[in-house]
């Protein structure tokens, strides 16, 4: 397997700059996920590194070799796309082994290396049927054993499980998670799917409009996220956003206040970070939001919608100011659209970001 190295890297469409300055390091066997919304550039990124996009700008480097003008097929790399993209009229075996006789193969070497892919994958029993004789999942694995048995130093996914069933992604994720165990083999994803990227990476690659808005693993981009964009877009429901200000400092962090939640503590945040009156952004997750037992609670809202969802229950909500929340609840609790709630923020899970959308600094150890 390889490292990959990404130095500045640059792709503009005339005067459309679509990637701006990536820079990123991949260890060698790890498993690294782009994500972000349509049009992001990660399809586009992950493409420049497979060679079928020119690059601009900057450096590509697989296993320390640099490739900007190296031919896909000398890279190292394996591709496995959103379409199967199989011969309708070759069996499985005949599919995965295209590639290999292509490159003038031994017969045998061939034969040894479709056999141990499909003995991966647990399709042995699939060889000799032909692409419309299996499932979804069964071709995308036909497509992955083809990737397979080029033995490349570097797998690319390109959104792989777009095209599947909701039980099929969730199988096939994991077929994907277990492959990389046994592998151990450099990987780089491309979905807009967060619950692919939170599950499977090793560290995440957050994309929007061509930038990079952090990288992390999954829990430190859930648990720290540098800016709004971050914030919003990882976790499922969305964090909650309120608008408020900082009323000074604390012994514990930042004292700020909103119509929803009057004067709260933010803890463990750099007391010098604002000055007081300054504009910010409080974010709550929705399982932070707990409903209180009883007339307590610091956030009053009215339930709009309930979603229940078996382990838990999903209440859309909307303060007397007009700001719309999404809280978590017990799925033993009921509640009535129109009803009233009272809302507890659980203690040192609040987010804190300024003016320009930036999280604001913690306070150093």
Do not use: W
């Not at 420049?48 to 896909?72: F, K, Q, T, V, W």
């Not at 930038?211 to 992390?216: F, K, N, S, W, Y």
């Not at 929705?286 to 078996?310: M, S, W």
């Amino acid at each position: 397997m390889a490292t990959v190295r990404l130095d500045s890297i640059e792709k503009a469409y005339g005067q459309v700059r679509v990637i701006k300055g990536v820079d990123l390091d991949v260890a060698d066997g790890e498993f690294i996920v782009f994500v972000g919304p349509s049009g992001c550039g990660k399809s586009t990124l992950l493409r420049m590194i497979a060679g079928l996009e020119d690059i601009s700008g900057g450096d590509l480097y697989i296993g320390g070799e640099r490739c900007n003008e190296r031919a896909p097929k000398d890279r190292g790399i394996a591709m496995v796309f959103q379409s199967y993209a199989l011969y309708p009229h070759k069996t499985v075996y005949q599919n995965m082994a295209f590639g290999l006789k292509l490159a003038r193969r031994p017969k045998a070497e061939i034969e040894t290396r479709v056999r141990e892919a499909a003995r991966i994958l647990q399709m042995e029993h699939l060889l000799d049927r032909r692409p419309n004789q299996l499932s979804g999942g069964q071709r995308q694995r036909v497509a992955i054993g083809r990737a397979i048995v080029r033995d490349p130093q570097v797998f690319l996914f390109d959104e792989p499980l777009s095209n599947l069933d909701a039980a099929l992604r969730v199988s096939t994720r994991r077929e994907i998670a277990k492959l990389h165990a046994d592998l151990g083999a450099t990987m780089i994803y491309v979905t807009h799917d967060q619950v692919e990227a939170m599950t499977l990476a090793d560290r995440i690659v957050v994309l929007d409009a061509g930038i990079v808005q952090q990288i992390g693993t999954p829990i430190e981009l859930y648990e720290r996220p540098q800016n709004l964009f971050v914030a919003g877009f990882i976790g499922s429901p969305k964090m909650n956003f309120l608008a408020a200000e900082i009323v000074g400092p604390d012994a514990g962090g930042l004292r700020v206040s909103s119509p929803e939640t009057g004067e709260l503590l933010v803890t463990d945040r750099d007391m010098q970070a604002l000055a007081p009156g300054a504009p910010v952004t409080l974010g709550i997750r929705p399982e932070h939001l707990v409903p209180a037992e009883g007339e307590g609670g610091g956030v009053r809202a009215v339930v709009r919608l309930v979603e229940r969802l078996g382990d838990q229950t999903l209440l859309e909500m909307e303060t007397q100011s007009g700001a719309t929340l999404v809280a978590k609840a017990p799925p033993e609790r009921r509640f009535a659209p129109g009803a009233t709630v009272a809302l507890d923020l659980a203690a040192g899970k609040t987010h804190l970001f300024d003016r320009n959308g930036k999280a604001v600094a913690r306070r150093k150890p």
